[in-house]
């Protein structure tokens, strides 16, 4: 079984603040581990991902996360926000090391608001 | 490449209408998805298609049925709308087997059944 919850629905930060967006996961075997991004009437795109290769992952524009066993956490940061970030970003999990279909678990979703 | 396509982007039933959601990927994925969104739910999974010729349902399957066409075409058809099924609809393709194969979405098809 796995799980993934997202701290907080709403996140709200300055232009050029610190972002940090949170994601806790639970897994029965070691994850595959996701942030998607979705702009205002779009569907979600990758951000960045976590295959075991690294603990630090960089994305695009600017993202990056660290994979924390320990915690099993998998937050997402970016040191600073701009106006073009406001946007939903979601959380997903993937049991990691198999074949076959295995399934996506999504988080709800933190919508990001970057005030000037 | 246009990615994964879907058809209509805009549509509204009244109760009781059917309609067929389309969906097309030119990637060569194996694994094709459908997804549901919904304010303060996340995305939840309708049905999931993990190779040409299968179908498997999803956690929220009920009033929905589905049919890979091909492997590039997967469509979602709501046989009989009701006003719960007024949605965001999310077509997803993949990779499938050993690795990290992330999900390529659609742009999504906004349903409001009245």
């Known amino acids: 079984a796995q799980s993934v919850t997202q701290l907080g629905s709403h996140v709200s930060v300055s232009e050029g603040a610190l972002v940090l967006l949170r994601c806790n996961y639970s897994?029965?075997?070691?994850?595959?581990l996701f942030w998607y991004v979705q702009y205002p009437n779009q569907g979600l795109q990758l951000l960045l991902k976590?295959?075991?290769?690294?603990?630090l992952v960089k994305g695009i524009n600017g993202f990056e996360a660290e994979f924390k066993k320990s915690e099993t956490s998998f937050h997402l940061t970016k040191p600073s926000a701009h106006m073009s970030d406001a946007a939903e970003y979601f959380c997903?999990?993937?049991?990691?090391?198999?074949?076959?279909?295995?399934?996506?678990?999504f988080g709800t979703g933190t919508k990001l608001q970057v005030i000037p | 490449n246009a990615g994964v396509t879907q058809t209509p982007k805009f549509q509204v039933l009244k109760t009781g209408q059917s309609m067929t959601l389309q969906c097309a990927q030119d990637?060569?994925?194996?694994?094709m998805y459908w997804y549901r969104q919904d304010p303060g739910m996340g995305l939840r999974l309708i049905y999931y298609?993990?190779?040409?010729?299968?179908?498997d349902k999803g956690e929220v399957p009920n009033g929905y049925n589905v049919s890979r066409l091909n492997k590039r075409e997967f469509s979602l058809r709501l046989e009989s709308a009701a006003p719960s099924q007024t949605s965001v609809y999310f077509c997803?393709?993949?990779?499938?087997?050993?690795?990290?194969?992330?999900?390529?979405f659609g742009p999504g098809t906004r349903l409001t059944v009245t």
């Open positions: 997803a393709s993949s990779e499938q087997g050993q690795g990290s194969h992330e999900q390529y």
């Open positions: 897994s029965s075997v070691p994850p595959y």
């Open positions: 976590y295959t075991s290769a690294a603990t």
């Open positions: 997903a999990v993937r049991p990691g090391n198999s074949g076959g279909y295995q399934k996506v678990t």
């Open positions: 990637m060569n994925h194996n694994s």
């Open positions: 298609s993990a190779s040409e010729g299968t179908t």
